[in-house]
């Protein structure tokens, strides 16, 4: 065989062989242990903090101060504290798992096959994984309707809320709000990713396991009360566009500005509800970062 014939083989031997290696780097990139780890986190979160969310949600939609909101639920009754809890434990587990797995399998892609600065790397990853997560936006589409007051009428539960919208205004209407979401979720997962790992080589060292547990609630929840508080008026434009039905969508900047004109021309008014948030993210990610560590230790 000439030399011409040998390297025609050798080429199509690369072509054929390059492509089933490239798509195995993907898929071994991941690890399952990081999205169970995610799921099992969220779902303790949710349990202990959804009616400090129902406050805060009330807050965000009708501008008012927390007795108020307290008022509201109190008024409602027990029976509606937990309504809508289904689409976000469900958001929220898939969402968690998806945050951590889909983080953990790009930087390890990235790292692997890319020769690129470690930063940059978290950003791409942390950026890949919230746009991920933009998928499920339906779940806190059907959330925001079921927390509402005016649409208690309209849906008993999750499952007929999501026929409601769906067999009344199409799929796309579950989609409502997903620009700020987009906004929200890259950029803020990008920077909890960041700042934990940086957080986490300053912590002290300690062999005992409640010094260790206590590290890793307060680490957690000072990064997510931080960036909840520094994306919080993101959620406030997504709540205003997801609290309509039917009609057609504002933009994000329209919503902005009507926000702005009915409060009184003051931006402080879009962090009405945000001292709350921040508590409730305080504990709600300082739980899910112990959730999660521990639940990683038990798993290894």
Request: aromatic share 14%.
């Amino acid at each position: 065989m000439d030399n011409e014939s040998k390297l025609r083989d050798v080429s199509s031997e690369a072509l054929t062989t390059t492509p089933h290696i490239y798509t195995k780097s993907i898929l071994t990139a991941f690890d399952w242990k990081e999205f169970a780890c995610g799921c099992g986190a969220a779902f303790i979160n949710i349990g202990v903090t959804y009616p400090i969310y129902k406050m805060i949600f009330r807050q965000m939609l009708h501008g008012v101060p927390i007795t108020s909101a307290f008022g509201q639920l109190r008024h409602e009754g027990l029976g509606f504290l937990y309504r809508g809890i289904f689409p976000p434990m469900a958001q929220k587990t898939i969402s968690l798992s998806i945050m951590f797995g889909v983080f953990d399998g790009s930087r390890r892609y990235l790292i692997d096959n890319f020769n690129i600065n470690a930063y940059t790397v978290k950003i791409i990853a942390g950026i890949t994984s919230g746009t991920v997560e933009a998928v499920l936006l339906p779940f806190e589409r059907i959330q925001t309707l079921l927390a509402h007051s005016k649409y208690h009428a309209y849906f008993a539960n999750t499952p007929r809320a999501f026929n409601y919208v769906l067999v009344h205004h199409g799929f796309l209407e579950l989609y409502r709000g997903i620009v700020p979401v987009l906004w929200r979720n890259g950029p803020s997962n990008a920077m909890f990713f960041m700042l934990r790992e940086e957080v986490s080589l300053f912590l002290p060292k300690t062999t005992s396991k409640t010094s260790k547990a206590a590290q890793e609630f307060v680490a957690g929840a000072i990064i997510g009360a931080s960036i909840s508080t520094l994306f919080y008026p993101l959620n406030v434009i997504k709540v205003a566009m997801q609290s309509e039905m039917g009609q057609k969508s504002e933009t994000m900047w329209t919503i902005c500005k009507r926000i702005y004109f009915e409060r009184g021309n003051r931006i402080k008014y879009f962090y009405r509800g945000c001292g709350f948030n921040s508590f409730r993210s305080f504990i709600s990610w300082g739980i899910m970062n112990t959730a999660y560590e521990n639940l990683k230790k038990i798993i290894s």
